[in-house]
């Protein structure tokens, strides 16, 4: 999607994506890649998501990243943290203890952000993407991220001719082909969750998986 989309999105507070609780996946899964809390996360295309809280409380570093000011003011705000800002290159960026966003566009990152990073979490990042611009975002994640870090990836799947992205639907097939060069890839998890999701029943999809991922990335 071009940054147009997300900046009219949160303009219009249309982020049905954003979570008002921890991801209850990443409370299951993130303790099985078994980083230590001393390790610095990547969270791309991070929004205001409160995963970052949790990845905190873990006791990890977080570094994120976000095109959108006004989602990376809300985290610190609608989060009571202190932040501070300063111009980084092409990114503006706000830490305040633990936690460091760079907010503007990942494509321009500079792979010194990253470079102390030993983990990353990517929920609702990846699906993001529409196929055309999906392998190029891959590849970007995968430059950002050192070797041998460790992450968590959360994918959905669903008959993307029945309804319009984003959430772009991912298959397991896409992530082997796609992401197999750059990582290692375990399924850890996957289900129907249908049901939870009014959106899709309500325009009549058929089936929608989501799917949790433990990656490695190689040397
Ligand atoms: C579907 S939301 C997911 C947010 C977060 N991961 C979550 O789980 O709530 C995608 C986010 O990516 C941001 N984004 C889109 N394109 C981006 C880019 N090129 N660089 C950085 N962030 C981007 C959008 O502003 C939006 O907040």
Redesign the pocket.
């Known amino acids: ?1 071009q ?1 147009s989309f ?1 900046h009219e999105k ?1 303009a219009a507070a249309q982020i049905g ?3 008002d609780a921890v991801n209850p996946l990443l409370i299951t899964y993130w303790p099985k890649l078994g980083l230590s809390p001393s390790s610095q996360v990547f ?1 791309p ?5 409160k ?1 970052m809280c949790f990845l905190a409380e873990k006791g990890h570093e977080v570094v994120g ?4 000011e006004q ?1 990376v003011s809300q985290f610190f705000s609608d989060n009571q943290l202190a932040v501070s800002q300063v111009a980084s290159g092409e990114h503006q960026s706000f830490s305040a203890p633990q936690i460091t966003l760079y907010q ?4 321009t990152l500079p792979t010194e952000a990253t470079a102390s990073v030993n983990g990353f979490y990517d ?3 990846l699906i ?1 993407w529409p196929e055309s611009m999906r392998v190029d975002y891959a590849k970007k994640l995968a430059e950002l991220i050192p070797p041998k870090s460790i992450g968590l990836l959360i994918t959905l799947d669903y008959p993307q001719e029945t309804i319009k992205g ?2 772009f639907a991912v298959s397991d097939d896409w992530v082997k082909t796609h992401l197999a060069a750059d990582f290692t890839i375990e399924l850890l998890h996957s289900e129907d969750v249908l049901d939870d999701n009014p959106r899709f029943v309500n325009k009549g999809v058929p089936w929608l998986t989501e799917s949790v991922y433990r990656l490695v990335k190689k040397a």
């Open positions: 999607m940054p997300w949160w994506f954003h979570l969270v295309l991070c929004g205001k998501t995963d990243c976000e095109l959108n989602a503007g566009d990942i494509f929920r609702a990042a993001a984003p959430p």
